[in-house]
């Protein structure tokens, strides 16, 4: 694709101005509907959000970069059977999971497994306080959603943070033979996405074409998720995306998936439901849904929220 014919991404400033941050004033019924025609067009966009500091940022990614340097059997009791959640490695990819991330005392858990029972307290401090921002973030994300819709005093579900961190490293095989990562929707209900220098994202346009995506450094992605799109009735696009590798660069990134809690329910609610929006998704249990988008049968399909929830009403593409 020609450089000048890649169309941009939704840029929203969370907060440009006092009043915008004043829920129920015009200015911040404005940015709820950006934020949620973005999320309808795109799937994703870009969120600058200065209430979590450069410096913390910083810290995040100074100390999440040792996990990696630590020996195999140390990283492999980063175990855990629930998906996402575990240490795992796959060819160029290497990715640890940190449940209930704003919780000092799971991070001091998983911190006395990597650096045995001294643990690493400025790692669990840095991680904690990191995750509790983006738990902030994500909150005025979706009072921003229901707020657009409607819905207010309304919650998408009971959910934790699941932050997990990445690395891609590849050899230099230069820009001409990029080596394509899976392409996938995230199965949690949102994911915020921080990346370190190097860019290497992408999204599939619901027009079916590649856009990278290149953050500046004071900002994260936004990626609506398969139960947030059944949620919404459709109308939120959870967006396809995958990591492409260029030129030998390792690229770190850290990102923040709000997880639905055991036991919770995907409905969408009755006021989303009209004759212009007949049902899309049935309701179902979290939990059995990603069970399923796991096994082998949902991994040769092109959507396993299609295949397993679809209340077969209505078509909705991807």
């Not at 199965?187 to 599939?204: A, F, H, M, N, R």
Request: negative net charge; hydrophobic residues 40%.
């Amino acid at each position: 694709m020609d450089t000048d014919s890649i169309p941009d991404f939704p840029v929203i400033v969370l907060f440009d101005e006092a009043k915008a941050s004043e829920r129920g004033s015009r200015e911040w019924d404005t940015l709820s509907k950006r934020v949620r025609e973005a999320g309808e067009n795109w799937g994703c966009f870009e969120v600058v959000y200065h209430e979590l500091p450069a410096q913390l940022r910083s810290e995040a990614f100074s100390a999440l970069k040792p996990l990696f340097e630590l020996p195999p059997e140390t990283k492999a009791k980063n175990n855990n059977p629930k998906p996402y959640h575990a240490y795992a490695i796959v060819g160029p990819y290497e990715g640890f999971g940190i449940e209930d991330a704003s919780n000092m005392e799971s991070v001091q858990h998983f911190s006395e497994l990597m650096w045995l029972s001294r643990g690493n307290i400025q790692f669990c401090q840095t991680i904690t306080a990191l995750v509790k921002h983006v738990e902030k973030l994500i909150s005025i994300l979706e009072t921003m959603i229901m707020d657009s819709y409607g819905l207010v005093d309304q919650k998408f579900c009971e959910c934790s943070s699941l932050l997990r961190v990445m690395t891609y490293s590849t050899q230099p095989t230069g820009d001409e033979f990029p080596i394509q990562l899976h392409a996938h929707t995230d199965k949690p209900l949102l994911t915020i996405l921080c990346e370190d220098q190097v860019s290497g994202l992408e999204v599939l346009s619901k027009e079916g074409t590649w856009i990278p995506v290149s953050l500046s450094s004071n900002s994260f992605f936004f990626l609506v998720g398969d139960p947030l799109m059944a949620w919404s009735n459709g109308r939120l696009h959870a967006v396809k995306h995958r990591v492409v590798l260029k030129g030998g660069k390792e690229r770190l990134s850290w990102c923040v998936f709000a997880v639905p809690k055991e036991g919770e329910t995907i409905k969408t609610p009755e006021e989303l439901v009209d004759e212009e929006h007949p049902l899309v998704f049935k309701e179902f249990d979290y939990n059995a849904f990603l069970n399923f988008s796991m096994s082998k049968e949902a991994q040769v399909i092109d959507s396993a929220l299609q295949v397993y929830a679809h209340a077969g009403l209505t078509t909705l593409k991807y």
